[in-house]
């Protein structure tokens, strides 16, 4: 079985909102301000499976600033991975409030509870209508620090209570720029592993190049739970970057992603199957890792 673990759809409704979105949606317009990035519905993502023989994919959300695109959002990647089969898995995005990153102030110290309330009935909703994982979050861009806050403790109290992978955007602390290479400091994805050991992260991107680290021990430690996805490793990194983190954390901790309308899935499996894996670490990178970790 083989399964993409990060793509992107969108409603039709929201990409006919793109121009309107740009103005009011930072981390959508750091991204989706390029003209040419381009955005998919739930439809074409099967379609670009199709042609692959991809079996599965996770399509997941996007870093909403508004309450009402992170609801409209995920009720329609929850809606399209119930009428497909088991074939789209939905992973949803978290409202965190007007005042996210703001929590803990003086000024809003009545706000945390109310708030918190709020995401933990619709993240009980959300799994209750068949929600696997959550993200892909860019806490940076929504303005809380992962490291350290009431929506990284939300966000752990969401992923043990349902059983929900968190999948977060981490990127390059060197190297090139590029649009969304901001989104998630190294330094806070690791203090977040350290402070909520046992929740399954999945760290998008290759970690930003966390499985780097896992020379040190106690790095090695603080990221059992993590696994790392290859979205857009094309752009990023030289195909040896394969054989270097199964040295590094073992082949089990990386999921096949295609980054989902940035590459077609055909790309992305090619580049995959080029990059010299044993029969054995092809198989768990393309499928059997995420089947096991979601239970498939
Ligand atoms: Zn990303």
Do not use: C
Request: glycine content about 6%.
């Amino acid at each position: 079985m083989i399964i993409d673990s990060h793509a992107h759809v969108f409603p039709p409704e929201v990409t006919a909102r793109r121009a309107e979105l740009l103005a009011d949606e930072p981390a959508f317009a750091e991204i989706y301000g390029d003209a040419a990035a381009k955005m998919a519905t739930a439809d074409e993502v099967l379609a670009s499976m199709a042609e692959a023989a991809v079996d599965r994919t996770i399509i997941v959300n996007f870093a909403w600033h508004s309450e009402a695109i992170v609801d409209e959002t995920n009720a329609y990647i929850i809606e399209q991975a119930a009428r497909s089969g088991g074939r789209l898995i939905p992973f949803v995005s978290v409202y965190f409030g007007e005042n996210a990153g703001a929590h803990g102030r003086a000024e809003t110290d009545d706000a945390p509870a109310i708030v918190r309330n709020d995401v933990r009935t619709k993240l009980r909703r959300l799994a209750t209508s068949g929600a696997r994982g959550i993200g892909e979050l860019r806490p940076e861009s929504s303005g809380y620090n992962l490291a350290n806050s009431d929506e990284a403790d939300l966000l752990a109290w969401a992923a043990a209570a349902f059983d929900l992978p968190v999948l977060v955007h981490a990127s390059e602390p060197v190297g090139h720029a590029y649009r969304g290479k901001h989104g998630l400091a190294l330094d806070a994805l690791y203090a977040f592993a350290r402070a909520q050991s046992g929740v399954t992260i999945i760290a998008a991107h290759w970690g930003g190049g966390l499985p780097f680290f896992a020379l040190m021990p106690e790095v090695r430690e603080a990221i059992d739970s993590m696994y790392f996805d290859t979205a857009a490793s094309h752009l990023l990194y030289d195909p040896e970057i394969y054989r270097r983190v199964i040295d590094l954390v073992g082949a089990e901790k990386i999921l096949w992603a295609s980054d989902y309308p940035l590459t077609s899935h055909s790309k992305a499996l090619e580049r995959t199957r080029d990059a010299a894996l044993t029969d054995a670490e092809l198989a768990a990178i393309t499928g059997g890792n995420i089947a096991r970790l979601l239970s498939l």
